[in-house]
């Protein structure tokens, strides 16, 4: 594998020699996920919690060609702030990182990346699944086949339920990723603690998780996790509102014909129009929660980090 396309920020690149544990962030989120100048004072809040916590964040995206393992302020900015950021997933880094334009890489494109960095834990707000529909219009997200077959952790708040939640637990069962409730039973639903799904196994402690991805990896079982980290219950929406408003926000999703890549950062954007900023409002408490509980899991496992690996 040629690490040549990798350029890690010094404080990273600091904690790789010294063995810290590193908590891996993605780029989309910023870019596509959430409005200026939210996104980046929730980027920049997320990396100090990680610190808080003892780890150190590495926020990646695509710039000049290269693989960047780290961020400074200025490039959080610019990601924050620009219109002609990609949004990239896996079949999009090839033609990214040739044509050395500006990507913001999503959840698969994280784990690739995060992967070749040699850090195994992701933390970010909601992970991409099988789509309401995807019985006619195929789209399920890259992110799943991803957690399939790279070895991370992804922290998240579950999935919102733009998403068939049945049908994308359904797919990570047969792909064999292990769907880790962190402290429940229970599948959260992203705005909502709760859906009508149970996980596969309750995390009951980060100790508990990071010995089972040891285990996981130890054992030469390729792919993710997902660790599913409810709202905090003062943040959470009510289910009948945001169940209203992702109804509403599909139908003129459809209506407009937005499709494919599109169609993630549409939803997200409408349903903060539609709930008068308090879907954003829930989306950044969860992501920082994400952060708190997915570094204290990376902490552990670095713990544990094996002799041989
Ligand atoms: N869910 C969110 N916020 C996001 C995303 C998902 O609450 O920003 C982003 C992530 O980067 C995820 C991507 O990997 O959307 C999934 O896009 P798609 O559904 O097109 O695969
Ligand atoms: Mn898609």
Redesign the pocket.
């Known amino acids: 594998m040629n690490t040549s396309y990798l350029v890690y920020s010094p404080e990273v690149k600091e904690a790789k020699e010294q063995g810290k544990a590193i908590v891996a962030l993605?780029s989309?989120?910023i870019s596509?996920?959430?409005p200026y100048p939210q996104n980046l004072e929730t980027a920049e809040d997320v990396e100090n919690i990680i610190r808080q916590q003892g780890a150190v964040p590495a926020t990646i995206a695509l710039i000049d060609g290269k693989i960047r393992i780290g961020m400074t302020h200025d490039e959080l900015e610019a990601f924050a702030k620009g219109e002609d950021i990609a949004?990239v997933?896996r079949r999009d880094i090839p033609q990214i990182l040739a044509s050395k334009q500006a990507g913001a890489?999503?959840?698969?494109a994280?784990m690739i990346c995060a992967a070749l960095a040699g850090i195994d834990v992701f933390v970010?707000?909601?992970?991409?699944?099988v789509?309401r529909g995807a019985e006619t219009t195929m789209?399920i997200?890259?992110?799943l086949q991803e957690l399939a077959k790279t070895n991370v952790a992804v922290v998240c708040a579950g999935a919102?339920s733009i998403l068939d939640i049945g049908l994308t637990l359904e797919y990570l069962e047969t792909h064999g990723v292990p769907v880790i409730g962190y402290e429940t039973d229970t599948f959260p639903a992203?705005y909502t603690r709760e859906s009508e799904f149970g996980v596969d196994v309750n995390g009951t402690s980060p100790e508990a998780i990071a010995e089972m991805l040891r285990v996981k990896w130890d054992l030469g079982l390729h792919g993710g996790a997902v660790i599913a980290n409810p709202v905090p219950t003062e943040d959470q929406m009510e289910k009948a509102d945001i169940d209203r408003m992702i109804a509403q926000a599909i139908q003129e999703a459809k209506d407009q014909g937005i499709k494919?890549?599109d169609?993630?950062?549409y939803l997200?954007s409408r349903l903060k129009e539609l709930s008068d900023g308090a879907t954003l409002t829930t989306?950044i408490a969860l992501v920082k929660h994400n952060a708190v509980n997915g570094a204290q899991v990376a902490v552990e496992l670095n713990k544990r980090k094996s002799s041989d690996s």
Not at 124 to 129: A, E, K, L
């Open positions: 993605e989309t989120i596509h996920g959430m949004k997933s890489t999503t959840v698969s994280t970010t707000g909601g992970i991409g699944g789509h789209d997200s890259a992110d919102k992203f494919g890549k169609t993630t950062p997200l989306n």
